[in-house]
């Protein structure tokens, strides 16, 4: 699977905040219904991956960015979730349940997470099923 | 677009409280209204606080205003559940987004989950020693 997506049909450079988190949402939830994606399941995965990036990357530093990249490929929707934060670590002190990376890989079709020490990737692939009516 | 830009609008989100039932059976109805993500959840957590380790009253939370929600929400639900204890119910829309979530994370064998605010309603209505 890629790591990055090539010539996205969408790319969106957010803030590290928790707006980013609807923005980010809205936006693919509206490429997940031209290309005929299940719009919960995309909106919900986003949504899970984005509020990631925000509570856990930039801790201890100044909030970044959020990238949100998506395009159709081969009957599939990739979405790309970066940030330019420290790297994937356990947060004991976090708001959520600590479910949303297995709610996303039950969503997704395929994920991968890419984490380094400048930030980490989540790369999602999501059935289509044609043009919606 | 370049960070700091915003595409869309902010999610709108508010949350209604009214009363319902006889002096006895009293319910706290919070109508929920908007999409409950990270940027509003604490706004869902506050309105719910006030009902923390309520005796004299039901409290019902209806999700049916809600299209969408995601595990920040469902945080603050299940948090509210626990501290809010058995007279808590949550009211959500058949087959929606909010259903899903629910689905996936199999939050509706912890949570009292109706999709009939009436039926919420008369399940927390009765005081425990009557119920």
Redesign the interface.
Known sequence: MEDNILTPDL?????GD??S???A???VRLLAREVGASE??V??AV??AV?NA??HAFRGRTAG?VRVQAAPRNGMLLVSVGDDGGGMAHNSQS???G??IS?IS??ANEVSFRSTGSGTTVLMTFETFGQPA | MTAGERGFPPSSFRVELSETGSERTRVHLLEAVGEVDLSCADELAESLSQFDGATDAGVVLDLQGVPFMDSSGLAVVMGAAERIGPRFAVVIAEGGAVDRLFELTEARSTLPTFIDVGEAIGSVGAPAAEA
């Open positions: 790319d969106l450079l957010l803030p928790a707006g988190v609807s923005e949402r809205n936006a919960d399941d909106s919900l949504s899970e509020a925000v509570l960015t708001r959520g349940l479910v949303g709610l039950r969503l």
